[in-house]
T-cell receptor, first 115, second 114 residues
């Protein structure tokens, strides 16, 4: 199966530490999205890439968050100086990016717990 | 701004009974609509999608949904629920532009009674 993969699946960290998550999209997909999902809520959009270009960032993405997609393949999401409020599931999705049929396929997510 | 409302936080049905999960959206243009299912510890799996054309769309696992523009709704249905359908279900609306990001509802948790 060549679906979207995310690493790690779980991360426990102490407040103030930096964490980095990785997402590997479906190989032929040129769009990559990051979402955050907290308990009892649906996923909330954070940012997305078209190839290596980061085209949109949500207001939810504070200065402590940074995302990259070098070479337009895998992506990393880094959170600096983590806070307890950052505890959530971080979901990655990818799509082919065609105008009319832009269906996103999601990875299993990385669950972050900040102590 | 687009938004999605799933009025039912939690629904319980008996195995073999029919199911309807409600979804209402707010969006100024023609929406792209999706239903996803999420089981514990799993990622979101796409059940079905509507972009255009026939307003009754068929999906995987025996699910279907009907787009009703006049009611701004995209309700998910299944004629006979199986115990394995117990999960959380999310409705989402996407832009019909070259952007693709989706706005999700807060989900409906489905419990299936034996």
């Amino acid at each position: 199966d060549t679906g979207v993969s995310q690493d790690p699946r779980h991360k426990i960290t102490k407040r103030g530490q930096n964490v980095t998550f990785r997402c590997d999209p479906i190989s032929e997909h040129n769009r990559l999205y990051w979402y955050r999902q907290t308990l009892g809520q649906g996923p909330e959009f954070l940012t997305y890439f078209q190839n290596e270009a980061q085209l949109e960032k949500s207001r939810l993405l504070s200065d402590r968050f940074s995302a990259e997609r070098p070479k337009g393949s895998f992506s990393t999401l880094e959170i600096q100086r983590t806070e307890q409020g950052d505890s959530a599931m971080y979901l990655c999705a990818s799509s082919q990016g065609t105008i009319d049929t832009d269906t996103q396929y999601f990875g299993p997510g990385t669950r972050l717990t900040v102590l | 701004a687009q938004s999605v409302t799933q009025p039912d936080i939690h629904i319980t049905v008996s195995e073999g009974a029919s199911l309807e999960l409600r979804c209402n959206y707010s969006y100024g243009a023609t929406p792209y609509l999706f239903w996803y299912v999420q089981s514990p510890g799993q990622g979101l799996q796409l059940l079905l999608k509507y972009f255009s054309g026939d307003t009754l769309v068929q999906g995987i696992k025996g699910f279907e949904a009907e787009f009703k523009r006049s009611q701004s709704s995209f309700n998910l249905r299944k004629p006979s629920v199986h115990w394995s359908d117990a999960a959380e279900y999310f409705c989402a609306v996407g832009y019909n532009t070259n952007a693709g990001k989706s706005t999700f509802g807060d989900g409906t948790t489905l419990t299936v009674k034996p």
